[in-house]
């Protein structure tokens, strides 16, 4: 039991790593959810690995890299929606087009650069125990705008996931709503990858959500679950990786799938228990 | 040309298969982006090298390349194959390279697991016939730091020889460099016919100079205060050789490529409080984020380190002298 406290108390890398952690996860949680809800996950995983050209540029020309993180998030959405515009091909044969392209365009830049400190590792895995002060404060910042978007938009979403052409006939536009929450994801990722890395970070979007699907179904319940789960899967990561000595990102985005897992066998049993009756 | 032929049987088919591919504009279109790819992919093809007639040497890293340059002076030309400024560690070859590799008369190699991205490649040009030289099988290697070091005690006296991986970082012992670079020169002579004359001794000479510089260098440094603490374990040979103790790496590991734990870190951080090191040395591949946390919540420096590549103007020489300076400059006033 110690192990789960002891490691934070005198250890300020670890508070550090704990709030930035906790920031992504509740942003997460909210965006997340509805990104279960929508089936968005394949458009969220490719924008997850779209930034990495951009961040590796960044570094390169020595620019923040939360600002090319952008960068390319925009530029892998303004591709998807060019493609399916333009063409008969499906949502689906865009992304992919798009992720595939982008993630080559990374590791080419990388693959070239000079960079002092910018290399493939660090942008795939993120640097959760190298978080400041100063990241968690503009990630606080995001994180707010985030959720606050979230709270706002909350009904449009939420028909949006369920219901389209209700949506449509109730007034509100499902293009631009949809444009939204992309953004939305969009911007998570960005505030995301500097902690556990564009390889993981979709695993803190959709394994908290989805493990929240499985138990409540109210979306108010599900955003709030999804973030106490993803909250106490950073806590219990971190403790691991201190106590046996893993790699923290991957530790975080671990535990957050075990849990899913775990829940779900967990859902599992009451039914095989009432069956025979 | 077979790849033309089958490119242009390709069009052939989406053309007949794919209605959209048949309207006159969109197979220009196509045959407009084919053409434009072959020629993006031909530029570029002619690179500079050779064309002087003398022999090639390609050798991995820089530091080696410096000693190689200054072994064969204008005997051969020297081509190094990682750029300067990048971490051999995590290097990826591009055909180019490959090509370089293959066109080489003798390649010559870290070893030791420092450029596995490069192991492919060596080996396929050893396959073809080009000679090859290891540098890490021509000098006694120390094995690495125990694994799940975590700063308690258990330094110094290496026993523990069981453990698996070898420490590639022999470029930064000059000891070990003149007992590598005497295996290497009867090699170019004889895979290069060429004649070094005196090189060979000359810089034996200069080696030995140059440890001496180090030796007396590295004596200014209090011992109480010739601990270091390094972005990854590269310094093993180095502290070695020079009487200094490696307490901790903000990456416990011999690549700069591992994940660093928190127990790492934590660790790192209790390490650098009770032994009172001043700096923490950050290399070409260390997080520089951890490297500051580390930082902050230590309270030792962040000192930028040059260790796997070489100074500006070239020199082996330099470039351990700028070594040595930067850490005794850091490690007798701080603390």
């Known amino acids: 039991m110690t192990d789960l406290v002891v490691p934070f108390l005198d250890s300020p890398f670890m508070q550090r790593a704990l709030v930035a952690g906790c920031l992504v996860a509740i942003v997460a949680a909210a965006i997340g959810t509805f990104v279960v809800l929508r089936g968005l996950s394949f458009i969220g995983d490719a924008l997850a690995h779209g930034v990495l050209p951009g961040v590796a540029s960044a570094m390169i020309l020595g620019l923040p ?109 499902a293009s631009r709503y949809h444009a939204l929450m992309l953004a939305l994801i969009a911007v998570t990722v960005v505030l995301s990858f500097q902690s556990v890395g564009t390889m993981l970070v979709f695993g803190m979007i959709v394994a908290p959500a989805a493990s929240a699907a499985l138990v409540v179904h109210r979306i108010g319940s599900m955003i709030a679950l999804a973030g106490v789960l993803g909250c106490l899967s950073v806590w219990w990561g971190l403790a691991a990786s201190y106590r046996y000595d893993l790699a923290a990102g991957a530790s975080i985005v671990l535990v957050q799938v075990l849990v899913f897992f775990v829940i779900l066998v967990a859902t599992m049993l009451p039914r095989r228990r009432v069956a025979p009756r | 040309m077979g790849v033309a032929n089958q490119a242009g049987q390709m069009i052939m088919i989406l053309v007949m298969r794919y209605p959209a591919f048949r309207t006159p504009a969109r197979l220009v279109a196509v045959a407009v982006a084919a053409a434009l790819l072959t020629v993006l992919a031909a530029c570029g093809g002619d690179d500079g090298g050779a064309a002087t007639g003398r022999p090639t040497v390609v050798v991995t890293t820089s530091p080696l390349g410096a000693l190689v340059r200054d072994l064969v002076g204008d005997t051969a030309d020297v081509e190094v194959l990682i750029p300067n400024d990048l971490d051999p560690h995590d290097f990826q070859p591009s055909v180019k390279d490959a090509e370089r590799l293959a066109r080489a008369d003798l390649i010559v190699s870290n070893g030791a697991e420092l450029e596995t991205g490069l192991e492919g490649a060596i080996a396929q040009a050893r396959r073809d016939g080009v000679p090859t030289f290891v540098m890490a099988a021509h000098v006694p290697l120390r094995s690495g730091p125990e694994s799940g070091h975590d700063g308690e005690e258990g330094h110094d006296g290496e026993e523990g020889h069981e453990h698996g991986a070898s420490d590639p970082h022999i470029w930064l012992d000059p000891v070990l460099m003149a007992r590598g670079m005497a295996a290497l020169a009867p090699v170019i002579e004889a895979k290069l016919s060429v004649d070094l004359r005196d090189r060979p001794a000359q810089q034996r000479a200069r080696l030995a100079e140059l440890n001496a510089r180090l030796q007396k260098a590295a004596a200014q440094i209090p011992a109480a205060r010739r601990k270091l603490v390094t972005g990854h374990d590269s310094l093993g040979y180095f502290a070695r050789r020079y009487g200094f103790e490696v307490v901790g790496a903000v990456i416990p590991s011999l690549s700069s490529q591992a994940e660093p734990s928190a127990a790492q870190v934590g660790g ?68």
């Open chain 1, 65 to 173: 890299s939360l600002l090319g993180a952008a960068a390319g998030a925009a530029v892998m959405v303004a591709g998807v929606s060019l493609v399916t515009r333009r063409s008969r091909l499906s949502g689906d044969t865009a992304i992919g087009l798009l992720f595939a392209g982008m993630l080559a365009l990374g590791v080419v830049v990388i693959s070239r650069s000079g960079s002092f400190s910018g290399d493939l590792t660090r942008i795939l895995f993120g640097d959760v125990l190298g978080v400041s002060w100063g990241d968690i404060r503009l990630q606080g910042a995001v994180a707010t705008v985030v959720v606050g978007l979230t709270a706002v938009c909350v009904r449009p979403f939420m028909l949006l996931s369920v219901d389209p052409d209700g949506a449509e006939a109730m007034g509100f536009s």
């Open chain 2, 268 to 335: 790192v951080v209790a390490t650098i409080r009770r032994e009172k090191v001043p700096a923490i040395f950050s290399e070409t591949g260390t997080p520089r984020a951890v490297a500051e946390a580390i930082s902050s919540d230590s309270g030792a420096k962040v000192v930028d380190l040059t260790t796997h590549s070489v100074a500006d103007d070239g020199s082996y020489y330099t470039t351990m002298e700028n070594l040595m300076t930067t850490i005794a400059d850091n490690l007798r006033d701080g603390g």
